[in-house]
């Protein structure tokens, strides 16, 4: 069983920075694969990134690719979104997720994560 949860979003004007941070309790961190998903009012909850357990591979939505990294910190049990050049249409709910697995690829649809945190608002302004 792991708990997920989020902090580090907020308010910040298109173009700049923010840092999301998902802290994971449990044990065996370093066996799951995690990632983010993000979620707008009346859309879709969609992919967003992932890492698997060894960080060895990463995946990226195309819509963040090249703005947004995504990292892990087995020792402290910890994930972190990098979002920079923030848009307006990044505005979302951003859900942390993990899945117990040691495969080297890592999923982008929902039904690969079993675990859920409760997600943190990222608004981006004009």
């Known amino acids: 069983q792991v708990q997920l949860v989020e902090s580090g979003g907020g308010l910040v004007q298109a173009g700049g920075s923010l840092r999301l941070s998902c802290a994971a309790s449990g044990r065996s961190f370093s066996s799951y694969a995690m990632g983010w998903f993000r979620q707008s009012p009346g859309k879709e909850r969609e992919f967003v990134a992932a890492i698997s357990w060894s960080a060895a591979n990463m995946k990226y939505a195309d819509s963040v690719k090249g703005r947004f990294t995504i990292s892990r910190d087995n020792d402290r049990n910890t994930v972190a979104l990098q979002m920079n050049s923030l848009k307006l249409e990044d505005t979302a709910v951003y859900y942390c997720?993990?899945?117990?697995?040691?495969?080297?690829?890592?999923?982008?649809?929902?039904?690969?994560?079993?675990?859920w945190g409760q997600g943190t608002q990222v608004t981006v302004s004009s």
């Open positions: 997720v993990a899945e117990n697995t040691k495969a080297q690829d890592v999923g982008v649809q929902k039904a690969f994560y079993e675990y």
